[in-house]
């Protein structure tokens, strides 16, 4: 999709690119009446709308010195025989070697032919012309200087198109990026990529970059991320809608209405020819073709990796969805423990906070909780739901839920974590637990945490066959087992919890009470 302005002129206000600063062009000479010289002939010299900035060394040595302060020097006219009969060709030598400046282009002057003939110096030393001072009239001077300027700006040009498109490669990656927290987080991470990758393109003479991303949805417009003057938590609201509701109709249209800032940029995000936002950037100064074009081809990967980010919270929350299915399977199976898996989650997710793991991974912890007890759709109900007391042999064969819930679990590769716990919740840290007799750290952390889950939560729990055990007595229980039954890291985290009081919120979906 490709937006064409309207030919109207710009609101005074509006006209606003920043002055394009001059080339710089170094002269190099140790005679004062060439460099003077130099500046009378260059004095009204303009390429590409831009002026000169004539900067002077007398010696090599000095010039050296006016290198290392101006690194983006675009020319220089060097003369061969100054302080040493070669001192220009060495200062070649410095700029290319010394200096790593394969841009800037090199025009030798020389007073002197004999001394460095030109065939030599063209075949043995990286410059972009020679010209004896004798025939280097002010008409060849400017001839001289356009085609250098000219050469040093297309250079220029490949050279930021190729980190431009290095930039876009790099950042890529980084789009398609599934482990977000949010949405926002997204949108912001894809603006911060484009307003970069503009600093780029100008070397960093962008000063401000004024930017906002814009989703088209069912239900209307969503501003999803700004910068600068356009940053939703501190733009001016008028403002803000007014960039929104103009950008949204230059998409629709695909003609950019006035009201916008002259030379800012509107780069749609399209899905099957179909708008889904958009990014708009105003700069101090106007990106050209080039640089457009490379945003636009930003803007592709950022449309292609929404669709991608979409799909793929559409498949997380189905994946969810089904693990709570298949924890809601097991506690219909077993009716006596209620609303246990629920609880199970919460509190595994709390411990795992509590034992230093962050936010998203103690989330993840809690929802392999959800499926420590599938197995149990493998017992008899006859033997699940006894309100007595368990035979030895019914007792064995209790304890093959865990092994079931492995079989249940081991087909897809994202329930690995819920097929851990499934299968040994009943672990213990002293070894004594089954199904395979592990014991302490072989133990995985989110196996060690679910089992102090698991039985606090059924002592605190009614069951056919107990009364429901006080909130205090259970934790006296858990810790009288550090050490033997559980992970004493995770019956500490446990207590701290239920000191603190963040597990009452739990303990009331259970017993109706706080601690």
Request: aromatic content about 6%; hydrophobic content about 45%; overall charge negative.
């Amino acid at each position: 999709m490709k937006l064409i302005r309207k030919n109207s002129a710009p609101a005074a206000a509006d006209s606003g690119a920043a002055r394009q600063p001059p080339w710089k062009l170094l002269v190099v000479d140790d005679e004062p009446d060439v460099r003077a010289l130099t500046t009378l002939s260059l004095k009204d010299f303009r390429f590409a709308g831009r002026g000169l900035q004539q900067i002077e060394a007398g010696s090599a040595a000095e010039a050296k010195r006016r290198l290392a302060e101006h690194p983006d020097i675009a020319v220089a006219l060097v003369d061969v025989v100054m302080e040493t009969d070669d001192a220009g060709l060495k200062l070649v030598e410095a700029i290319r070697g010394e200096f790593a400046n394969l841009m800037m282009r090199i025009i030798i002057r020389t007073g002197q032919p004999g001394v460095a003939p030109e065939r030599f110096v063209i075949d043995h030393f990286d410059i972009d012309d020679y010209k004896d001072k004798t025939e280097l009239t002010s008409q060849k001077l400017y001839t001289a200087m356009r085609s250098a300027l000219k050469a040093y700006r297309d250079l220029q040009t490949i050279e930021l198109n190729r980190r431009g498109l290095a930039s876009v490669l790099d950042a890529t990656p980084g789009l398609y990026e599934l482990q977000r927290a949010t949405l926002e987080a997204f949108f912001e991470g894809i603006l911060t990529q484009v307003i970069a990758l503009c600093k780029l393109t100008h070397s960093g003479l962008i000063s401000t970059i004024d930017g906002v991303l814009t989703t088209v949805d069912g239900d209307g417009l969503h501003v999803r991320a700004g910068a600068g003057e356009l940053n939703p938590a501190t733009a001016l609201p008028a403002r803000l809608q007014e960039v929104v509701a103009l950008c949204a109709r230059a998409v629709a249209d695909r003609v950019v209405p006035d009201g916008l800032r002259a030379g800012a940029m509107i780069a749609p995000l399209v899905l099957d020819e179909r708008p889904v936002g958009f990014i708009y950037l105003e700069t101090s100064e106007e990106l050209n073709q080039n640089d457009r074009a490379l945003i636009q081809v930003m803007a592709n990967q950022c449309s292609a990796a929404l669709e991608n980010f979409r799909l793929h919270i559409d498949l997380r929350k189905s994946y969810e969805q089904a693990i709570e299915t298949l924890g809601q399977v097991a506690e219909f199976k077993d009716s006596t423990t209620g609303t246990h898996i629920r609880r199970m989650a919460e509190y595994t997710r709390l411990l795992a906070q509590a034992v230093g793991l962050s936010p998203a991974q103690a989330v993840e912890f809690g929802r392999a909780a959800l499926l420590h007890d599938v197995g149990k759709v493998g017992i008899p109900d006859a033997v699940l739901q006894k309100p007595g007391k368990l035979t030895t042999q019914e007792f064995d064969l209790v304890k093959q839920h865990t092994h079931f819930g492995s079989a249940i679990l081991s087909h897809d590769p994202a329930l690995a974590m819920a097929r851990e716990v499934a299968i040994g919740h009943h672990e213990r840290w002293d070894g004594a637990g089954y199904p395979h007799g592990l014991a302490g750290a072989d133990i995985p952390l989110v196996t060690r945490i679910v089992a102090v889950a698991d039985v606090f939560d059924a002592l605190v729990s009614e069951r056919p066959y107990k009364d429901a055990w006080t909130p205090a007595d259970a934790i006296v229980e858990i810790e009288a087992n550090a050490g033997s039954q559980f992970d004493p890291a995770v019956v500490a985290a446990l207590v701290a919890l239920y000191d603190e009081g963040k597990l009452d919120a739990v303990l009331e979906m259970t017993t109706g009470q706080g601690a």
